[in-house]
């Protein structure tokens, strides 16, 4: 029985040997960007419309990655989802495994998670609703997630919330996007939230916690605000 | 290099490790349709079925462990709050809406009076968050039970390994509401001819059918859907009901068709628990609908029923009560 066991592990070390030189790893890196400079969370900033903000949490969910080469997906993420958090460098990498001699001229993928996944049974990892990205008084996950401070902001103690999702159409607030690259072994993606915030009146609107139309606009909006580096 | 054979290493150790599960046959009623809830993404065991039995008795899932699911859906009152028009969390807060009666869950898709909850899965976290219920964070609920080590072994039974997640929790949760199911009423037994009904309840069957039963299906007397039956607003909570959820005005003063098994148990009525009595239920039907443009269709013709004719309907009703569901041990407090 050891004996034979042994062997099912010499075996399948030696396949992962062969498995390993033929694949390479693509790297995604996420980076918020804050006045051109990379953001840091807890730290004051000041916007080009005069409101010193400071942002203590950003979080969002990228899924189903794919690599294109001439409009035909050549790779395909198999992970469900991952969860970027801006408080976890950890978690602002990506590791692609995919053959060596991979071409690809662009990447896709969605900000989000999409109506399939929501309403599938709870699941594991980035997606266990501990992961503070679920909506607990109606079921639905929360695509991105932006909390801080803000000096415009009329609530109690000058915060701003929001939580951008929706499932259900119209609120339907998935965005896909897609960017010609053919960048090995490492693509960078740059968030501008300073351009995000600048462009909301947050005397007004400091809150969205459940998935409405605004909440559809601010994530189409946050699409834009992707840029491949 | 390391990690896939660390991987490997993982697999073979679960593989060897890995103790067999009871599994548990849950019984599907003659003549009930098909379950909606998925059992192939949740198999259920016995393991993980007394996992979520211990996680519903305990008030470890409450911000200040005062409360626990059971707390709201006490079994012999069919899993709901008997007595509270509004049901009551920690520290005594007033929610604004009737817990509802747990039973049959499997074949439900939507949860909550407006159907807020779209799988069972994800219902348990809505209570353990909401302010006025439990008031805690599930995140906070996983670390508390970390350091527990009846959960330790519990989970370790349940899963094949210790480690106690969301997923798991809320799984579990999922496995021991599953088995909830009430099938064993008077009424069932006369449908399987090992009874039978008496005049008054027969009469009262034949009432049912024809003026309740489009909305309160048999055999699950309820049609799943939400519907506007005609009660007045209250001005106090200005429930809104299905709307809030959907944001159509069509949807508005919608609720949930609640289950009328067991009904004699699960006062009061309606979503915000405003009838005490049955014959008030009845009265509302025939003297007290409002008549909203969206309206429940089925009720837009008036329904007449003398007073013979509602004692009848709720002698009927009583045959809805299922004692073996109400008195079942194996849905009681884990000792």
Redesign the interface.
């Known amino acids: 029985m050891k004996l034979s ?1 042994c062997f ?2 010499i075996l ?2 030696s396949y ?2 062969v498995f ?1 030189q033929k694949n390479t790893c693509i790297k995604l890196n996420f980076k918020g960007l804050i006045n051109n400079l990379a953001l840091k969370l807890d730290s004051n900033y000041i916007l080009p419309n005069n409101d010193t903000i400071n942002i203590e949490t950003c979080r969002f969910y990228i899924s189903n990655i794919q690599l294109i080469h001439q409009n035909k997906t050549i790779f395909f993420d198999s992970t469900l989802a991952h969860l970027i958090d801006m408080a976890e460098p950890n978690s602002m990498s990506i590791e692609l495994l995919v053959s060596k001699n991979i071409k690809y001229n662009a990447i896709q993928f969605n900000l989000g998670i999409d109506s399939a996944l929501n ?6 990892g980035d997606l ?5 990205m ?1 909506w ?5 996950y929360i695509n991105f997630k932006i909390e801080g401070k803000s000096k415009n902001s009329p609530s109690r103690y000058k915060q701003f919330q929001y939580h951008l999702g929706g499932y259900l159409y119209p ?1 339907y607030a998935l965005q896909t996007l897609r960017f010609k690259t053919s960048k090995k072994p490492e693509i960078t993606f740059t968030l501008e939230v300073d351009k995000f915030l600048n462009g909301l009146d947050i005397s007004k609107v400091y809150q969205i916690m459940s998935p ?1 139309e605004n909440s559809v606009l601010l994530s189409k909006k946050l699409a834009q605000l992707f840029k491949v580096k | 290099m390391k990690k896939y054979l660390f991987v490997l290493m993982a697999i073979i150790l679960v593989v060897c490790g890995f103790k067999l599960q009871s599994t548990f046959d849950l019984t599907i009623p003659n003549g009930w349709p098909k379950p909606i809830y998925d059992f192939s993404k949740n198999k259920l065991t016995e393991e993980k079925i007394l996992l979520g039995r211990v996680l519903f008795y305990d008030p470890i899932l409450s911000k200040n462990n005062t409360i626990s699911c059971a707390s709201c859906h006490s079994q012999y009152t069919a899993f709901t709050h008997v007595d509270h028009a509004l049901s009551h969390g920690i520290e005594d807060r007033i929610g604004n809406r009737n817990a509802p009666a747990l039973m049959n869950l499997a074949w439900h898709q939507n949860f909550m009076w407006d159907g807020a909850i779209h799988h069972l899965d994800f219902q348990s976290l809505a209570p353990i968050e909401n302010h006025d219920e439990m008031d805690e964070k599930i995140v906070h609920v996983i670390n508390k039970l970390n350091l527990i080590p009846r959960y330790k072994n519990l989970f370790l039974s349940a899963f094949g390994d210790s480690l106690i997640s969301g997923e798991r929790t809320l799984k579990a949760l999922s496995q021991f509401m599953l088995t909830l199911v009430s099938a064993n009423s008077k009424y069932d037994k006369v449908m399987q001819q090992k009874d039978t009904f008496t005049q008054q309840e027969q009469n009262g069957y034949l009432l049912f059918k024809q003026h309740c039963a489009s909305c309160h299906t048999e055999p699950l007397f309820t049609n799943l859907q939400f519907e506007n039956n005609g009660l007045p607003i209250d001005s106090i909570l200005n429930d809104i009901g299905r709307m809030r959820i959907t944001q159509k005005t069509t949807d508005s003063l919608k609720f949930k068709v609640p289950t009328l098994r067991n009904i004699e148990f699960s006062f009061p009525y309606m979503h915000d628990g405003r009838f005490k009595k049955l014959s008030q239920v009845l009265n509302h039907y025939t003297n007290g609908m409002v008549p909203y443009q969206n309206l429940s269709p089925v009720l837009i013709q008036p329904i007449t029923l003398t007073s013979n004719q509602k004692v009848d309907i709720i002698a009927f009703l009583l045959t809805l009560t299922d004692k073996e569901f109400l008195f079942n041990k194996q849905y009681s407090y884990p000792r």
């Open positions: 066991r099912v592990l399948c070390t992962i040997g390993a309403v599938s049974e709870v699941l594991s266990d609703p501990t992961m503070g679920y607990t008084w109606q079921s639905g609120n409405t």
